[in-house]
């Protein structure tokens, strides 16, 4: 199905959800943000984890700085295009269901504010990251202050903001932009593929741990540590009625369940 900017379908329990407007960079005008909040807010319940993946050589390249140029918009206005990435982002990060982006070519601007609101970033060999904005005479506006430079540091952000260069994947990988690395010597599995098979593991977790992971670890990291570990108990108190805990505790006791082995990576 297309619904304009995203293509959009299913494998079994895996939402997969494709940028699509590859002849522009998949640069974000008003109407792709919309498409993006759209489909976070109507996932069908079957769907246990989204991949956000993009056509052609480039992820994403930010902002539609043609669109931005010829509207020409006032402060209020562009402070509402900012508050509709934040909603838009905002589900994708918080709606309780994992979401791995699959990385290429340009990660830029807006488009490394939408990598940064996913849970697991995969990286084909040929990513490249940067924060252009300075050079551009704007700001970010969709969340990399908050979500970037939780991942990098303020410190790194401020850097790459005021000289603009670009971070390549060895870097990107090292800073945590990229947490996996594909098509390479050592990985030589397409970052499409890769991201797949993590997506298959990740929904056979519980449902209810995966809904506890992608949702409280980074509201408690705004919290106090007293509150923090409050909403941690509480959060672990709700997961524990889940619906499978038992069986899989169960596995556990009469030792059919997998051990937690040196060199199980999540290869594969
Ligand atoms: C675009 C955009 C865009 C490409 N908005 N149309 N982002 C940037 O500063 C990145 C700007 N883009 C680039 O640096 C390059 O386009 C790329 C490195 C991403 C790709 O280069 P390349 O040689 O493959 O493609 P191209 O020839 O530059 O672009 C192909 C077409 O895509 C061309 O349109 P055409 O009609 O002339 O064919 C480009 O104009 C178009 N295109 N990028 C609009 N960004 C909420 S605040 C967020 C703030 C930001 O995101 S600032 C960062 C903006």
Redesign the pocket.
Known sequence: MTISSLKVHEVGSVGVVTLARA???N??DDSTIREIDDYFSNLPSHIRVVVMMAEG??FC???????HHDQERGAVEFLR??QA?HRAFDKIQHGGIPVIACLQ??V????L?LASAAHIRVADASTYFAL??G??G?????GATVRTARIISADRMIEMMLTGRVVDIEEGHRIGLAHYVCNTPQNPVSAQDFAMSLAERIAKNAFLSNYAIVTSINKIADMSATDGLFAEGLMAAVVQTGPDVQSRLNEFVVKKARKVKPGEGATV
């Open positions: 002849h522009k960079r640069a974000l050589d480039h390249a930010g902002l539609d700085l043609k669109e295009v900012c990435w070519g340009a830029v601007g807006g488009g504010e252009p904005e050079t551009r704007i700001f970010t506006g969709g």
